[in-house]
């Protein structure tokens, strides 16, 4: 028999719900909740993936009140004998840890500031290295055909 869902209003759908079972701690965690069919293939028509949620206190659940409809299920490719499969992937948020660092020290070689405009400048300046002549009314212009 496929269990009915967790209300009145959900009684025709199967509900999935995942709990945490520990006294340690609270958690962080995404989870996912795919319908496989006969051969153990995610359907992808029933896959859901959740955002990052906090698990609190033994018990606490998150999921979905309306996964798939009674009646889809039972005519879907996942029933095999009256049963069927669901992958559920986990994925569990470690906390950042974070700690404070000594400031770097200065660089013992100053490097100048850059000038690379200054030096693209002079090149169409004095055309040195020009490959390209462009001829416009009698008028002869040198250029580059790219820089490197």
Not at 55 to 83: N, Q, V
């Amino acid at each position: 028999r496929i269990p009915v869902g967790q209300s009145t209003e959900c009684r025709e759908y199967l509900s999935l719900y995942l709990f945490l079972d520990s006294f340690a701690r609270d958690g962080k965690a995404t989870y996912s909740f795919k319908l496989l069919d006969k051969n153990g293939r995610p359907l992808l028509l029933n896959s859901i993936a959740s955002p990052i949620r906090t698990f609190k206190l033994r018990g606490t659940g998150w999921g979905y009140p309306m996964f798939i409809k009674s009646k889809d299920l039972k005519a879907s490719e996942s029933l095999r004998d009256d049963s069927f499969s669901i992958r559920c992937i986990v994925t569990v948020m470690k906390p950042i840890c974070s700690k404070e660092t000594p400031a770097m020290p200065k660089p013992s070689v100053e490097v100048p500031p850059g000038d690379l405009h200054q030096h693209l400048g002079d090149l169409l300046k004095n055309m040195d290295g020009a490959d390209v002549t462009f001829d416009v009314r009698q008028e002869r212009f040198s250029a580059h055909k790219c820089f490197h």
